[in-house]
């Protein structure tokens, strides 16, 4: 019972730390990841478009996260700093942050590991400032992280026991981070791989002899299943409804807004072409960013060489896992379709440390102490190095953002553009009919107050009124600034030129400091073509 | 069973027509007298029939013993011979 | 010419009527059965008294034949048999008190009902009772039963030692030592045993001519029965020397003094079942009709269940010629209500069911840890009709059954027309616990009625029902009897978990197997683990006999007697347990038997559901709210829900291949989602529980070092979709069924596997 109220005020410390800054950053300095509103976005229009239905949600970024938001923002009328503010996204992210805290700290004690290091670790991890930034900002990374720990606890309890339950466990929470990032995917390849180790060279005691090596791959076939079922079955799922309501299975892959078409502005970059053109320029590329994460890892080596398990299947396993993460930058950057952000490569520090109960589990009595030393050392420097990374913008560009507002660019543009819809909504009757692209406008478009004003791209009537706005009783059209290197919104791309000279049915009404232009749509007259 | 329809002398729509009801009785009453009437005649020739075997049987019985005291005799008066 | 057309409104009112009517009725039939028991009655009394008339009679003819032969002096040569029972009767011939045509009289009437010479000579007249006693005072005392039968060498000194340390380990009756040891013969134990008693044994020829029958139940309960009526006693066989304070009582029933004789088991049972054959048959066939009408299946559909759905059906119609899209609607929201609700509800059962805790589990060192000596008799029924050729298995799967030999009550029930077993069975040999009982043949026939048959000469304490091609694990039993001593009182059932030894035969196997891992491993034990009644698997429930008896043993009506029995102990407030020990049954390899099989039981789901639903109010309020659900999402969604999946199929088919225009009237806004939701996780989970169902299985198994099954099944589960088409057909032939021959048993053909499979799969492994 202590146990479970000490979990609870683990949880709830947590959050409130992390909820604290979060609010601090997104509500009072008004500042928000793109990433992270355009989540909340997106699940704001499912709830409150025109057309409110669950496909607004869009097909791009995996929906997990904005499905959660989606039940946080049944409260926006009541609370519509949810939306305008990100809230919703804060909200989701130091829910998850606290609920790796306690995570960590009860799979430790699962594992027969005392309450101090137990919790020792789970403070260690949570409270590192780079973890904890990504409690507090919103980002898919919170939950994502969460869902990769559970993965990677309940498979080391398989690894320990046995027992189908772990497996399922595990299962599901990598088909959860399935539907949260498409990292998840590597992961996987890496546990199926952990489950032939394990199934072929981590032979456990039977009471008779051991199966034979035909039963062995059987066993490996089924575990599997078992395993991978829920993640691929997610994946297929999601290609199946790319396809049948974008009529493009891989929409989320190749589509306009997708990864790899907003990766086409690094071709414009020097430096990442030559990473694109060599394999060892990108292998060091890789390392050198991986390293940043890397001590526990070096701390579970360690251990494993002093306690001579160095050469035993676990090691492999870990390092499987490990390898995952930079190994998909990797892949990505042949493909020239990553950023190779700093953050991409953090997931190889929460997979490490969801060994770390797992691996102090297996050292006994004394050696376990000093095991604990080893790794509270080698959390400490990596707590010491990230805070340094954030300090440094040319290292984590995005986190140092959120810790130094006055360069930061992208508040100035949330800024801008929550003005516009506030003139918009001061500016325009409730019942004018506003055409624009959820796609570049999300920003201003969770700060309206009336966003049925909108006619936006996941409604309905979009594509139609598209391609004939004055016939389609639309009474203005709100575009961005086309900026080389960002793709072009649908309706930039249809009218490249009307940004800059309007169209015969359009005339500027309004400029947002040249970033935005409100034009005015003639009615009654037949388009063009 | 009749219900409604038109039968004798009228119809009834709600009911059954005195005339059905009072055969039907009547069925029932000739069938039980004549159960009733078999129950007695049973009875009867049961009674007489269980007497004259119990007569029978006593009879029997002393017959047996008197037959057994012979035997019993015959056995007897060997014993010296 | 006016009579033809008065038309007359009101009558005398239908209800009066037929109230009175009925009562005359009743009043007829009260007169007719009273004529009936009289006639019964009297033919009875007439029978006996001719029949005394005809044994006097011929004692008369024999008297005189024998003084004929007196006075003739011939004399008879031939020796009166030597032996055991012979000598005190030469004895008698010798000293001249009888002669030996009186005795050969004797020994024969001995051989033919049994008895003590002694009584004999005293009933028939030759000897008076005082010049009995006078001979027989020189008896030797009574002596341990152990010892005489070493003394008169029916064993030796050895075996017996053997028995004694049987004995000391595992508690129980010398005698049933003895026998299933199989050192003696049952005749020669009931010898020694009533000499010991000094008694008399039961006659080999009997003829079962006899006057008078005590009634069923004292004679059931007391285990007596009467086999011949001598002048001034009845014989009567017994089991066990009945107690001398029951004698007064027998006496009382039989009006008259008694002698007893001892008789097998075996003699016992085929008395039993020939004297009381019919009230036996009578007992479990109808006792729970009779006795509850409410809890019996013996009609399928009451009045009020008829025009429920009339109206049901009526109103659908009236709605559907009002507004065609507005009721299909309703009705689809309806399903899709019912659907929702029993997918979460299945789901959570499964995962309650996947908690260790939801079996009973105990370790081998427990197990061996039970004192055999508090062990009770055990009696195990196996109904069977027309599978001779399972036999051999079935013995030795029982034999190797961890248990005392000597408190086994195995009885093997076979139909009366199964020539083929009947003939094996009895050239077989079988030791003593094994009893072979005929049930005669009568409507219905099924398995339940044969159970109730075995049931109610059952000797055991408790009570287990296995098919002849079973295989329980060894320590079964005993691990009952580890639950049931570590359950509270109102425990009265266990379950152990089903599962199939041909699995791997082929896809249909396969499936099977999947199926039942999934039901016996996670959902049975999570409707344990929820308190909901738990509709109980065909074979491998063990009861407590005396509570059995209580609530009317099985329906002999319904098809899944099982399952009804389980939601019938629930009602009157008993619990079932699902405990870690599997029996291995052998799956239905073939489609067309899996379909007869599989409709049988859907049939009898429903049967079950109507037996039960005709007062949900009522039912409410026995099993409360909590089991009523229970009770729909295992009886009633069990047969509904394939019975509705092709409709939905084919809507799924219309929409995504031809993209029919009607289907998104029929799912509108929320209902969409929902629909959505069911296709797309329901399913997936469904899939995925099978496939962690029989992972689950294996690999509790491999990790207690048990080889049944092989991991390569566990990706079968994948294709269990085309599984689920099979259940919608045998669903709707099931349907099809209930209402044309709703009693009518789907018999599943088995053998169809090679039996010695499980060795050349644990060859492979």
């Known amino acids: 019972m202590m146990n479970r109220k000490g979990k609870l005020l683990l949880f709830i410390l947590m959050f409130g730390m992390e909820f604290a800054l979060g609010f601090y950053i997104s509500y009072v300095l008004g ?106 900002n919103g980002l898919s990374d919170a939950p994502y992280i969460y869902f990769i720990m559970y993965t990677v606890i309940e498979f080391c309890f398989w690894l320990k026991s046995r027992s189908a339950s772990s497996l399922i466990l595990s299962a599901f929470a990598l088909a959860m981070a399935f539907w949260t990032r498409y990292e998840a995917v590597p992961l996987g390849v890496a546990l199926a791989v952990g489950v032939v180790i394990a199934v072929f060279w981590m032979h456990r005691n039977y009471y008779s002899t051991g199966p034979t090596l035909r039963e062995k791959a059987y066993k ?120 190779g952000w700093f953050r991409y490569f953090m997931y190889v520090f929460p997979i490490t440390v969801a060994w770390l109960p797992y691996e102090l589990s297996l050292v006994r009595d004394r050696g376990r102490k000093l095991a604990f030393a080893v790794v509270v050392l080698s959390m400490l420097v990596t707590a010491g190095l990230l805070s340094y990374a954030m300090t440094d913008p040319s290292i984590a560009p995005d986190e140092n953002n959120f810790i130094n507002m006055a360069d930061n660019e992208h508040l100035k543009e949330q800024e801008l553009d929550r003005s516009v819809g506030a003139w918009i909504d001061s500016n325009m009757n409730d019942g004018t009919n506003i055409m624009t692209d959820s796609y570049s406008a999300y920003n201003l478009l969770v700060s309206s107050d009336n966003l049925k004003r909108y006619l936006i791209t996941s409604d309905y009537k979009f594509e139609t009124a598209l391609n004939d706005p004055p016939g389609n009783d639309i009474d203005y059209i709100l575009i961005p600034k086309p900026l080389p290197g960002i793709p072009k919104s649908a309706i930039n791309k249809l009218y490249p030129n009307m940004f800059e000279h309007g169209n015969e049915w359009a005339t500027l009404y309004h400029d947002f400091d040249g970033k935005w232009r409100l034009y005015k749509i003639k009615k009654w007259v037949a388009p063009q073509g | 069973m009749r219900t409604n329809g038109i039968i004798g002398n009228g119809t009834a729509w709600l009911g059954y027509h005195a005339g059905d009801v009072e055969e039907m009785m009547k069925l029932v009453a000739e069938s039980r007298q004549e159960v009733e009437k078999i129950l007695m005649e049973e009875r009867e020739v049961y009674i007489t029939e269980s007497a004259s075997k119990t007569n029978e049987i006593v009879e029997l019985r002393s017959l047996l013993e008197k037959v057994q005291a012979e035997e019993r005799a015959i056995i007897g008066g060997e014993i010296p011979k | 010419m006016k009579k033809r057309l008065r038309w007359q409104v009101r009558g005398l009112s239908f209800g009066q009527t037929n109230r009175h009517l009925l009562e005359e009725r009743i009043e007829l039939e009260q007169l007719q059965q009273r004529l009936d028991d009289q006639r019964q009655e009297q033919a009875a009394d007439i029978h006996k008294l001719d029949f005394e008339i005809a044994g006097l009679n011929r004692r008369i003819e024999e008297t005189t034949n024998r003084i004929h032969q007196i006075q003739k002096e011939v004399k008879l040569q031939e020796t009166v048999p030597t032996g055991g029972k012979g000598r005190m009767g030469e004895m008698l011939v010798s000293r001249g008190i009888i002669t030996a045509a009186q005795l050969e009289h004797v020994i024969l009437s001995q051989k033919q009902y049994g008895g003590r010479l002694g009584d004999i000579l005293v009933d028939m007249g030759f000897v008076t009772p005082e010049q009995m006693i006078q001979e027989m005072s020189d008896a030797r005392p009574k002596e341990r039963l152990g010892e005489m039968l070493v003394r008169s060498e029916y064993i030796t000194q050895e075996q017996l030692e053997r028995a004694l340390s049987f004995q000391a380990k595992s508690g129980g009756m010398l005698g049933d030592i003895l026998l299933s040891l199989q050192m003696l013969e049952p005749e020669e134990l009931y010898r020694a045993v009533a000499t010991q008693n000094q008694i008399g044994r039961l006659g080999e020829e009997i003829d079962l001519n006899v006057p008078f029958k005590l009634p069923e139940q004292w004679a059931q309960d007391n285990g007596v029965i009467v086999v011949h009526q001598y002048l001034n006693r009845y014989l009567v066989a017994v089991g066990d020397p009945i107690p001398v304070e029951r004698y007064a009582e027998l006496e009382e029933l039989l009006g008259m003094p008694f002698e007893q004789v001892l008789a097998t088991k075996e003699e016992l049972e085929h008395l039993f079942s020939s004297n009381y054959g019919n009230e036996m048959l009578k007992q479990s066939t109808s006792k729970l009709k009779e006795q509850q009408p409410e809890n019996s299946a013996s009609t399928t559909f009451t009045f009020g269940q008829i025009m429920i759905f009339a109206i049901v059906s009526l109103s659908i119609i009236v709605g559907l010629i009002w507004n065609v899209w507005g009721t299909i609607l309703v009705v689809n929201l309806l399903i899709q209500l019912f659907y929702f609700i029993m997918t979460i509800f299945k789901f959570a059962i499964i995962y309650l069911g996947s908690r260790t805790n939801s079996q009973l589990r105990f370790t081998p060192e427990e197990i061996a840890a039970l004192d055999e000596k508090s062990l009770p008799i055990y009696t195990i029924l196996v109904p069977m009709y027309k599978e001779a050729g399972v036999i051999p298995h079935l013995i030795r799967n029982l034999e190797r059954l961890d248990y005392p030999k000597s408190k086994l009550d195995v009885r093997l029930l076979i139909e009366d027309d199964d020539i083929e077993t009947k003939e094996l069975l009895s050239s077989m040999n079988l030791p003593a616990y094994y009893t072979t009982l005929v049930v005669p043949d009568s409507l219905p026939k099924t398995k339940p009625k044969a159970c109730n048959y075995g049931l109610i000469r059952a000797r055991g304490e408790y009570a287990v029902i296995y098919d002849a091609e079973d295989q329980p694990d060894a320590d079964q039993l005993k691990k009952v009897m580890a639950a049931f001593n570590s359950l509270p009182e109102e425990y009265v059932c266990i379950q152990a978990k089903l599962n199939y030894f041909n699995s791997s035969q082929n896809l249909l196997t396969r499936w099977f197997t999947q199926e039942y891992s999934m039901w016996f491993e996670l959902l049975l034990p999570g409707i344990m683990k929820l308190d909901m009644p738990v509709p109980l698997g065909g074979t491998s429930n063990h009861f407590k006999v005396s509570v059995l008896k209580n609530i009317n043993a099985w329906d002999p009506y319904n098809v899944t007697e099982d399952a009804d029995l389980g939601i019938r102990l629930y009602k009157s407030g008993y619990k079932t347990a699902i405990i870690d020990s599997r029996t291995w049954e052998e799956a239905n390899s073939q489609v067309g038997n899996w379909i007869r099989q599989r409709s049988r039981w859907i049939k009898g789901y429903m049967q079950t559901w109507l037996v039960h639903m005709r007062n949900p109010f009522k039912l409410i309020k026995e099993i409360g709210w909590k089991g009523f659900l229970g009770f729909q999402v295992m009886i009633l969604a069990t047969p509904l829900l394939p019975l509705l999946n092709p409709i939905f199929w084919v809507l799924i088919l219309l929409w995504f291949g031809w993209e029919a225009e009607f289907i998104p009237k029929l799912f509108p806004g929320y209902l969409y989602y929902i629909a959505g939701a069911e296709f797309y996780v329901a399913n997936f989970l469904f899939i995925f529980s099978n496939v962690a169902g029989v992972y689950w299985i294996i690999n509790d198994m491999e990790e207690k070092g048990e080889k049944r099954f092989s991991f390569s099944l566990v990706k079968y589960g994948l294709s269990i979709p085309l599984y689920w088409v099979l259940m919608s057909i045998a669903a709707i032939k099931a349907a099809w069924q209930l209402i044309t021959k709703p009693f009518y048993w789907e018999k599943t053909v088995h053998g169809l596997t090679e039996m010695n499979e499980e060795n050349l799969l644990q060859e492979k492994l």
């Open chain 1, 31 to 136: 500042y928000m990841h793109s990433d992270a509103i355009s989540r909340v976005a997106n699940a704001f229009y499912v709830l409150y478009s025109r057309d409110p239905h669950l496909g607004a949600i869009g097909f791009v970024w995996n929906p997990l996260p904005s499905l959660m938001e989606l039940g946080l923002l049944v409260f926006y009328p009541l609370v519509p700093a949810l939306a305008t503010y990100g809230l919703a996204a804060v909200l989701m992210s130091s829910i998850f942050a606290a609920l790796t805290s306690v995570l960590l700290y009860s799979s430790g004690r699962k594992m027969g590991i005392g309450a101090g290091i137990s919790l020792t670790i789970a403070l260690l991890y949570s409270l590192n400032p780079f973890v904890f930034l990504f409690g507090a």
């Open chain 1, 220 to 339: 490996v076939e089924a575990t599997w299943i078992l395993l991978l079922i829920p993640a691929v079955f997610s994946g297929l799922l999601w290609i199946f409804f790319n396809y049948i309501i974008m009529d493009n299975p891989f929409y989320f892959l190749n589509s306009e807004y997708s990864n790899v078409a907003q990766s086409g502005q690094l071709q414009s970059d020097q430096s990442f072409v030559e990473l694109f053109n060599s394999p060892w320029l990108a292998l060091k590329f890789i390392a050198g960013k991986t390293l940043w994460y890397s001590a526990p890892l070096f701390a579970v080596l360690l251990i494993r060489l002093f306690t001579k398990r160095l050469f035993q299947g676990g090691t492999l396993i870990i390092l499987l896992m490990f390898v995952s993460v930079p190994a998909l930058q990797f892949v990505l950057l042949m493909r020239e379709s990553s950023f």
